[in-house]
């Protein structure tokens, strides 16, 4: 869910004064490598072995905010704790956790959030590549949402931070869309931020007979200046742009609930206060409601609607038990089988001890294209 409180750029610039950060700024455009262009192609990875990977009728869908391997430590930026860095032994032994869910689910395509591929607060483990090479993906796709050479506060020190598409075909044509960047922040605040974005990619023709276009996404968390509700509408406009072309599979953490949501506001793990207070979703009852209009959903609003509790994706307290949904998959195809992995009941293993997330999964199956609502189609 979460990005990193804007607290301790507060206090790295009341410590090393105003002064040295306006020469610091004056020095270079973006001296920390933290900018991207507005498009620009997406990193492209490959497992090191390759597994074979049969053509199929449906395909077994997956989407996972992995809380960048940090399993349940209790990091700053949730309030729950002030550990910032992780050793190299404690990444990969929670990355064996989130391998072993992944491998139980077998997914041939798979969304994640929050992977960090060069970060000293994971070791600088390469978490897409371990990934890969852990399971039956084969090929990946990256774009990055937090980057710099250097944050100067808390030991942050380097990170690569982002969202990343799996996939046992060959994924074409990835690339990373710039979302709005935040207008509640100063100049400083907003060049160490994230940098949300969309990641696009074709997944290869002979996986099910015809192109399926793949969109994924981490929108904003904490904005009260409405750009989590541009980074969703952003969301819904590029499904429908692919969606005039052919089959499209959209999915990711929207940090948003869904229509129809009982609970709205006042969870019980959410300490975090003033600006990164994450909580309060009053405001925000119809923001997805387009989507769910327009596309199929791995999870059928009525049945959330009539229950929302075998849906909840997301809790920040490792001692609680998940209390919201977050996150989504939708298509224009055909989503069936829709299942949050909760617990050893509702997917079969333990997922409260991996991440601040549980994964969802579905079976995807192509159907034909029908013009969007509102559309006249291509």
Known sequence: MH???????????????ALFWALLWCAACDPFHADFDDVEPAQVYRAKKQTSASRKDELVVMTYNIKFGGGRIDFFFDC?????LMSRDEVEENLDGLVE??????????FVQEVDVASKRCAFVDQLQVLLDSTKLNHAVYASQWRADFVPSDGIGAVDSGNAI?????????????????????????YFYLRRNLL????????????????ATHAEAYSQDGTKKAHIERFLEELDNQARQGIVLGGGDLNALPPGSKKVKGFP???????FEADDFSEERDWLSELYERYDPAIDLDAYER????????????????????DYLFTNGQLSDGLVHQDESSGGMATMPLSDHAPMSATFRL????????????
């Open 200 to 215: 696009t990619a074709e997944l290869d023709a002979a996986a099910l007979g015809k192109p399926v276009r793949l969109v």
């Open 367 to 378: 159907a034909p294209a029908e013009p969007i609502a509102g559309d006249a189609g291509p």
């Open 307 to 326: 229950d929302n509790t075998p849906y909840f994706s997301h809790t920040t307290d490792k001692d609680g038990f998940w209390n919201r949904k977050l």
């Open 166 to 190: 799996l996939s046992k075909y060959e994924l074409k044509d990835g690339t990373r869309i710039a979302l709005p960047l935040r207008s509640d922040q100063d100049a400083l605040q907003r």
């Open 3 to 17: 990005g990193p409180p804007a607290r301790w750029l507060g206090e790295a610039r009341r410590r090393r004064g």
């Open 269 to 275: 793990d959410s300490v975090c206060e003033g600006e």
């Open 80 to 84: 729950h704790g002030d550990r910032v």
């Open 101 to 110: 869910k992944i491998n139980q689910v077998d997914p041939d395509v798979l």
